[in-house]
C-alpha cells in the first residue's frame, strides 16, 4: 500500500510485494539474490541483524545500528541501508529538530529500534540520553552500540545512562521523551511504560514520541496530551522510513505533500482501534 502510494506519485510503475521466506529456507534465498530481479527489499525481524553478512556494502548508518532493514541490489552485489533512524527524526518539526540540539532525551527500552532513535539523536547533537530498561544485561548490547555511535558522530560528548528506575530529576529536563518498547501496543493497549506520575514531571515543552502506530494513540500519548504536552506517534515514522527506501531503491525524490497523502491511506487500510 504505501509502496504503490509512492510508485503512483513519482509516476514509476513497479511492484512491492510480501514475501514469507521461512528461516531455513534464507540462506539459499540469498545467495540467489541474482535469480530474484528485483532492485531491492525490505527486511523485517528477525532478519534485520541476520541480513548485515550478506552484504557487499554496508551504509554507516547500518553499521552503527547494527541491522539492515533496506537493500539495493546493485550489478556486483547487495547494499544494506537502515532506514528507521531517518524516519524517527524526519516527520518532527524544523523547531523541535533544531532544539534537540544541547537537550536532554530520555528513551524507554533499548532493543532494535532504540539503536535507530540513538544515532538520530546523536546526530542531531543532544546532550544526554537516558535509556529506562528493565534488563541491563540485554541492554547492554544496545548500550555499547550507542556508544561507538557516540563516538564516531560526536567523539563522544553526549552522556548516554542507563536506569531501571525513573527518577523525576530524569525527567525534569527532558526536552523528548521516545517510547522504543512495545507497552501499550495493540491487543495491550490498556498498558503504560511508565507510571501516569512520571508524565507530571516531564516539562511543558516536552515532546513524547511512541513509536507505537497501533493504536495510533497509546495511553503514553493520550496521558501526555490530556497534560497538554506535544506528542507524536509512530505512523508517520513508518511512512518515512518506507519513503526513504523507495528513494534508496529508484532514486526518485517524493514531495511533503506525497509523505502528507499516505498517512489517511495507511490509516484506511489498516482499520486501527481508537477506543482508549
Ligand atoms: P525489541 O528489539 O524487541 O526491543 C523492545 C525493547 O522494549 C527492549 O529493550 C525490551 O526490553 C523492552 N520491553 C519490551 N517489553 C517491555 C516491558 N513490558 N517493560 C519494559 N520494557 C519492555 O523491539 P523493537 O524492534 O525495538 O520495536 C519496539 C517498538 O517500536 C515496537 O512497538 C515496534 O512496533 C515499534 N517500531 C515502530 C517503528 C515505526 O516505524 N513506527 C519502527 C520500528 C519499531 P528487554 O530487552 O528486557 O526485553
Redesign the pocket.
Known sequence: MLQEHFFSCSGLSGSYEKLEIPPDDLPDWMDRWQEHQLDGFNVT?PYKIQMLASMKRISPEADFIGAVNTVLVKSDGLYGENT?SY?FIAPLSPEVKASLAGADVVVL??????RAVAYALLKKGVKNITFW???PE??QATLQLVQSMNRYLRDGEAGLFLKTTLEPAELVTARMLVN????G?SPNIEAM?LDANCISSLPENALVYD???NPLETRLLKASRERGLVTCD??D??IY?GARAFTHWTGAALTTEDLQAARPLLLNAMSFPVKH
Open positions: 525481524i528507521d524516519g527500552g533499548a532493543g532494535g529500534a532504540c530498561i528493565r534488563n540485554r541492554a522504543t518498547t512495545p507497552v501496543m511504560p513509536l507505537i502506530y509512530g505512523l515514522m513508518l522510513q
